[in-house]
């Protein structure tokens, strides 16, 4: 091999680089077509004539290796959280009002907004400059592995240019151009082969392929925002800024993002983006705002699984007539008999719309909806389709007003609609199937006893051939019983009987979620297990006591009547001891009858600890009453730092942070154990 060669190839993949990122990232091409393509050839020839150069961040290496069979898992280092959505101009003032109130401020703030792309969400990961891992949002804490698809758009660098961080995971959307949506389904009218509904939908089944040279031949683009983990580059303190560096280094930044000032700029510059919306060249649902400084961000924090720091402001959402062919009563798991509108199927917003929930009888008589009824639907927020309202100029006659069904369609229980409540439930319980279903698909959730495996079609089987009758049945189902299940053969009969086995050790918080009691979600049943410790104290306290219940933070008496009735409940109390005598066990929390010892207390972890995972550390903690948090800031009482702990560690050295290795995260436990 000649020296000569070795020059030009690197030659070659330099230019190549810098002409990609004038592209791509400055949209500023400086050579046509043709010349690009020549260059690439000129590689391509070099790199068959010598493989020994060939390197896997080479521009010609974007699709490499055979189809995969099948998407492996990808666990988020840090979650990727979804946004708080606002659609009135009064959303976005409260937004603002909220966060100055919080951070203590009275002057308007700065914002970065950008428009709200309509595609998928992904995130990569660079190590030393070089594209290593990529994976889709998925439910925010894990996704799927699309390393080699996201390797094959060739409007996402391999290599970062310049000098990169360490570690950099960056946050961003892939999407398809419009023009290239409609070439690409001109593409397959031709051969005769389904079209994308819209390009949302284009960029997401293109990105998904198991094959990436599939991905490879679509049109699609990505646009950075953001940043998950980091490790030796500490972030400007402007959201501005972070993105200026990434830019620097050579990623695709949305160029119609921007700065604004305050309320009013944030509705200046949504206004202006849904004047310029129909003119661009890719698809957007709305806007989004993010508080522009990342200290503001940290101090705001997270609630639930969206930022306090930013906000999604939707576009209004489309709209259509159609007509109501049925409406016909569902029931949930908590027997809300719930009226849902069957209509003319209508495209709207991008897909077909056949049905609409009308939520409660009592919006049913509000609105006068009756069958033969012509409406007006939407997708509310270009997700959920909603009926808007009824043309009665156009109804035919005899159309009837519709009544509130006085037996449940599914058992022909009592359906009984308690005083003061809009929701009419079916009193059947666990003896009707469609309670029972839904309920025990719930108990089998991931945010439950998380079951993997157990979906829906399976549950569905279970309950109706007689199988399961209540969650507690779950337990004993035999390998050769599951085995009889449709598509499900004996391999995948033993996978779903271990994880039925491993869901038998949980934690309180879990448990209480996955019972189903009404209203009490992830964050309640969390906040009842720090404050009872057990579930005996709690059951105690639920039938005798209520007022002791509503002691517990964000529990009043509605969420207190919901548990007396349930734990009062024989049938409920005969599942738990049949959960137990199955060998379902969960871990006790320690009770905050007293003041827990590190109430009020702010942790941050970073690294990763010799023989702890991040969730023991982080119950650990919160069973003394710690907040975990995950970014540093003035407020941190301690940083524990495990291997490899990234810019969290340098933030917490530069803000005189005290910082404990994992011995001395055990030793602050011992000092306090559990009661």
């Not at 949305?254 to 305050?262: D, L, N, S």
């Not at 309320?263 to 919306?277: F, L, S, T, W």
């Not at 005899?398 to 022909?412: D, F, I, M, N």
Request: net charge positive; proline share 7%.
């Amino acid at each position: 091999m000649s020296t000569d060669a070795r020059r030009r190839v690197a030659a070659l993949r330099a230019e190549i680089a810098r002409h990609d990122y004038r592209y791509y990232v400055l949209d500023d091409p400086q050579i046509p077509d043709a010349e690009y393509d020549r260059l690439m050839a000129e590689l391509k020839a070099l790199e068959s004539a010598h493989p020994e150069l060939i390197t896997p961040d080479s521009p010609t290496q974007r699709v490499a290796g055979a189809p995969s069979a099948a998407f492996g898992e990808v666990v988020h280092a840090v979650p990727m959280l979804s946004l708080e959505n606002g659609f009135t101009d009064e959303d976005v003032v409260a937004f603002d009002r909220r966060a100055r109130e919080r951070l203590g401020v009275t002057e308007p703030l700065w914002y970065w907004a950008e428009p709200k792309l309509d595609g998928l969400a992904m995130t990569a990961i660079f190590r030393d400059g070089s594209f290593v891992q990529a994976a889709t949002r998925g439910d925010g804490v894990r996704g799927e592995d699309v390393t080699a698809n996201l390797r094959a758009i060739r409007a996402f660098p391999l290599r970062l240019r310049g000098n990169a961080p360490r570690l950099l995971e960056v946050r961003g959307e892939v999407f398809m151009p419009i023009e290239g949506f409609e070439r690409i389904n001109r593409e397959a009218l031709a051969r005769g082969e389904k079209t994308f509904v819209n390009p949302r939908n284009a960029a997401a089944g293109s990105l998904r392929q198991l094959d990436p040279a599939v991905t490879a031949s679509r049109p699609l683009r990505v646009y950075c925002y953001g940043l998950g983990a980091l490790e030796g580059w500490v972030p400007p303190p402007l959201q501005s800024e972070v993105l200026g560096a990434l830019k620097a280094w050579g990623l695709p930044i949305c160029p119609h993002a921007e700065r604004v000032h305050g309320v009013a700029g944030c509705i200046d510059y949504y206004r202006a983006m849904a004047e310029r919306r129909a003119r661009l060249t890719y698809q957007i649902d709305g806007v989004v705002f993010k508080v522009e400084r990342l200290e503001y961000q940290s101090r705001l924090g997270f609630i639930a699984r969206a930022p306090r720091w930013a906000l999604a402001r939707k576009f209004p959402a489309e709209e259509a007539l159609t007509r109501v062919e049925a409406i016909e009563w569902q029931v949930g798991r908590t027997g809300a008999v719930t009226p849902v509108a069957r209509l003319t199927p209508k495209f709207v917003g991008g897909v077909t719309v056949s049905n609409v929930t009308l939520h409660n009888f009592d919006e049913v008589r509000r609105k006068d909806v009756r069958v033969g009824d012509t409406v007006v639907i939407r997708r509310a927020g270009d997700v959920i389709p909603e009926l808007v309202r009824v043309l009665p100029e156009r109804r035919p006659q005899g159309a009837l007003p519709v009544q509130r069904p006085e037996r449940c369609p599914v058992c022909g229980s009592e359906v009984l609609k308690p005083e003061g409540e809009a929701v009419a439930r079916c009193t059947g319980g666990f003896s009707c199937a469609a309670q029972r279903q839904e309920a025990i698909r719930h108990f089998a959730s991931r945010l439950a006893m998380d079951i993997e495996g157990l979906g829906e079609k399976l549950v569905a089987q279970l309950v109706e051939g007689g199988a399961v009758r209540s969650p507690a049945d779950l337990y004993t189902l035999s390998v050769e019983q599951l085995q009889t299940l449709e598509r499900m053969g004996k391999k995948s009969a033993e996978n779903l009987r271990r994880a039925i086995e491993r869901s038998k050790h949980t934690t309180l918080p879990r448990l209480l979620y996955a019972l189903g009691i009404r209203e009490v979600g992830e964050a309640t049943a969390l906040a009842l297990a720090r404050h009872f410790g057990e579930l005996e104290p709690l059951i105690e306290a639920a039938c005798s006591h209520p007022e002791r219940v509503e002691e517990v933070a964000d529990v009043g008496p509605v969420v207190a009547a919901h548990l007396h009735a349930f734990f009062s409940a024989p049938a409920h109390r005969e599942l738990i001891g049949a959960l137990r005598a199955s060998g379902v066990t969960w871990e006790p929390f320690a009770p905050s009858t007293a003041e827990l010892p590190l109430k009020g207390q702010t942790f941050v972890l970073t690294g990763t600890l010799p023989s702890m995972t991040r969730e023991q550390a982080q119950a650990a903690l919160g069973a003394l009453g710690a907040k975990v948090s995950g970014s540093v800031s003035r407020k941190t009482r301690y940083v524990i730092a495990g291997a490899d702990p990234g810019s969290k560690l340098e933030k917490a050295k530069a803000l005189g942070i005290p910082v404990l290795d994992e011995a001395g995260l055990r030793q602050l436990l011992a000092a306090h154990p559990r009661r």
